[in-house]
């Protein structure tokens, strides 16, 4: 069984951060590329971030020099710092996780960026 457990969500106003992390655990093997993605009201899930097992790292265009996402292999943990967030952040944010053939979703944190 394995579980991908996201944390960091809650509500900012706008031009301020929030770190998002997520943990994979459970009988997971040879984890490849790890990532987030959002879905705001209305909207379909859409990628945000990435990084493979070796550090490459790729960015939507709405998101490029403000958020950054990394991971520590050790603990198959995957991080997304946000930095001057906008009211058009808000969303639901997903941690995906590739492992082999298979990919693992968390239950979502929810991001609302407002004044």
């Known amino acids: 069984q394995v579980q991908v457990v996201e944390s960091g969500g809650g509500q900012v106003q706008p031009g301020g951060s929030l770190k998002l992390s997520c943990a994979a655990s459970?009988?997971?093997?040879?984890?490849?590329?790890m990532g987030w993605y959002r879905q705001g009201p209305g909207k379909e899930r859409d990628l945000v971030a990435a990084i493979t097992s070796g550090g490459t790292t790729s960015y939507a265009d709405s998101v490029k020099g403000r958020f950054t996402i990394s991971r520590d292999n050790a603990k198959n943990t995957v991080y997304l710092q946000m930095d001057n967030l906008k009211p058009e952040d808000t969303a639901v944010y997903y941690c995906n996780v590739a492992a082999l053939v298979y990919k693992y979703w968390g239950q979502g944190t929810q991001v609302t960026v407002s004044s």
């Open positions: 459970g009988n997971i093997f040879s984890i490849t590329t």
